[in-house]
């Protein structure tokens, strides 16, 4: 895995010097560290879309991305850290013939006083989806749940063993 820190690669250079090495292969593990501040999402969005784009991605799925990318990292800092500290996200891609499995997660540290088990985000989201998600349709309000399992394979949470949280997606792109 490639674990950097987001400082690091602040220049464009610098950002997408690392982006072609690391997808040298189509398969890659990529840990990005950075402070849970709303100052790193630009950046986060700039690299998710550097990162598709070299993976040969629609543009529709580039935005895709770019917005799942945005409403994980978004959801972490909103609700769960405080900016000083220290968030992860880890994006990992398999290629099989044409099609490629990218699983992204943001691991948060949630010191938080109203914090939340990964059991409680599963039994929050089975609530929210069964109770009105069929006919939301304001852009407002729709939680990390909405954007997500409408764009994603597979959404998850787990428990981290910092009493941090977990969120993670899977979906298979064919390209």
Not at 23 to 48: A, C, H, Q, V, W
Not at 88 to 112: H, L, P
Not at 137 to 164: N, P
Request: hydrophobic share 40%; net charge negative; with cysteine.
């Amino acid at each position: 895995m490639y674990s950097v820190n987001i400082h690091d690669l602040f220049s464009p250079i610098d950002r997408d010097k690392f982006i072609s090495e690391v997808l040298e292969n189509k398969d890659f593990d990529i840990e990005l560290i950075y402070g849970s501040n709303f100052k790193n999402t630009n950046f986060l969005r700039d690299f998710m879309e550097s990162v598709c784009t070299k993976l040969w991605f629609s543009q529709k799925e580039v935005s895709r991305f770019i917005l799942i990318v945005d409403e994980l990292n978004n959801n972490a800092i909103e609700y769960w850290t405080d900016e000083y500290w220290e968030n992860k996200m880890r994006i990992k891609a398999e290629t099989e013939w044409n099609i490629i499995d990218i699983v992204i997660e943001v691991e948060d540290n949630w010191k938080w006083e109203k914090n939340k088990t990964a059991l409680e985000m599963e039994t929050l989201r089975a609530h929210q989806l069964k109770l009105w998600y069929g006919g939301h349709e304001s852009i407002r309000g729709r939680w990390l749940f909405m954007i997500t399992v409408k764009s994603v394979d597979r959404l998850y949470f787990k428990d981290t063993e910092q009493w941090g949280l977990i969120v993670w997606i899977m979906k298979k792109i064919e390209i």
